[in-house]
């Protein structure tokens, strides 16, 4: 679908990232902090099954040519529920409901299953990004009327790209996430340096808890890793949905398969070997690294040891992070365990617009009342942080 916006530009919905070039794509997607736009991760998702139609994630991608040269993209899907955003919107969609009003479907702009902050329009260098920005805005708005989508959100966005979002009428919804940051470590025994002495007692234990148990702890990356351990990411992403988060298996074994040949320059495993067996690991965390961030989003283990959990997902990584120039680290989505071990409250933002007048009427009016109780909440848990030096920088 082709639409003739401005005489030196188009715009065209695609249905596959795989209609654009990958070249292409990566022109635009490469330049990025984020490794979750570029097109062999988006790709990846299609075409193992993970994002369909048929389980709610229809892809509908907006792209802007000049000629023949792509000059600006957005993945996009429309969404008939909720899941795998992990941004809570279900009071919205209540209220919507109460009203009379659909709210599914709707568009949306995001990493599928990915709760990273980073998502933006991808906009060619060198290119006018406001004007290009308010043609985008413009084609997503004819596009959800023309298909009755109650509204558009983008979620986890790229801080700065929200401030342009905001002026072109977007309502930004805060929310949190719990990052680590370099603050300039040189070592391990460093970032232990900002605890109080009861949580670097409490980190000391629990790494030699795991030196106890006999388990042989390495990270491996990229070429490293051998091919036989990308379908084992399966059963252990499996293995822990199954056991702590039924109903949030979203990827397919097909996709953790498709990342060997094609992604595994991105991949970090931190992986558990025991004596008896140096080639299949009991346990493993999952992550990704672009330049100086390591993205950590899946873990599993078939045998339960002391404190594995945290030195696979936290401890090793950070260790790893520090020795390679990492300056964030983000461990995924949850807060529980992270906040005691160096993860700050961190804020994040989605953006939204409603295009029901009444729905449209109360976020307006209500989301900043909503948005200063989140805020309220960043702060008490920071202030509530296990560190010796409360001036700690927060990103």
């Not at 009003?101 to 990915?114: A, H, V």
């Not at 709760?115 to 060198?126: D, E, K, M, S, T």
């Not at 920005?133 to 700065?160: K, W, Y």
Request: hydrophobic share 35%.
């Amino acid at each position: 679908m082709v639409e003739q916006i401005k005489p030196q530009y188009s715009v065209a919905w695609i249905e596959k990232i795989a209609e654009i070039p990958k070249p292409v794509w990566d022109e635009l997607a490469e330049p990025l902090k984020t490794p979750f736009l570029e097109w062999e991760w988006l790709n990846n998702i299609e075409t193992s099954g993970s994002a369909t139609p048929k389980n709610g994630w229809q892809p509908i991608h907006l792209t802007v040519w000049r000629d023949k040269q792509l000059i600006a993209a957005a993945p996009l899907y429309i969404k008939s529920h909720s899941y795998g955003e992990f941004v809570f919107d279900h009071q919205w969609a209540d209220l919507s409901h109460r009203l009379g009003i659909s709210y599914y479907p709707k568009l949306l702009g995001m990493i599928p299953f990915t709760p990273a902050v980073g998502y933006r329009f991808l906009i060619a260098p060198g290119e006018d990004e406001e004007q290009l920005t308010q043609l985008m805005i413009a084609s997503i708005d004819h596009f959800c009327d023309r298909h009755e989508l109650s509204g558009c959100h983008f979620l986890f966005v790229d801080p700065n790209w929200r401030e342009l979002m905001e002026k072109n009428g977007f309502s930004s919804w805060l929310h949190h996430s719990y990052i680590w940051s370099n603050q300039g470590f040189k070592s391990f025994d460093d970032y232990l340096s900002v605890f109080n002495a009861n949580q670097r007692r409490n980190i000391k234990r629990e790494r030699k808890a795991v030196i106890q148990s006999g388990l042989d702890i390495r990270v491996l990356t990229g070429d490293e890793i051998p091919h036989h351990l990308f379908p084992l990411i399966y059963r252990f992403y499996h293995n822990t949905c199954e056991k702590f988060y039924w109903g949030s298996k979203y990827l397919t074994r097909k996709f953790f398969e498709q990342l060997y040949p094609h992604y595994r320059h991105r991949v970090v495993l931190v992986a558990a070997y025991t004596e008896n067996d140096d080639k299949h690991p009991v346990g493993m965390s999952f992550c990704l690294r672009k330049d100086d961030h390591l993205y950590g989003r899946y873990w599993g283990s078939f045998e339960e040891y002391d404190c594995l959990h945290f030195e696979a997902c936290y401890y090793q990584p950070i260790e790893w992070a520090i020795s390679q120039g990492i300056v964030m680290f983000d461990p995924g989505a949850g807060g529980r365990h992270k906040r005691r071990r160096g993860f700050p409250a961190t804020p994040n933002h989605s953006l939204h617009r409603f295009y029901h007048p009444k729905m449209s009427q109360i976020l307006r009016h209500y989301i900043g009342e909503v948005n200063a109780m989140e805020q309220q909440e960043i702060d008490a848990i920071n202030q509530d942080l296990p560190f010796s030096k409360q001036e700690i920088k927060l990103i």
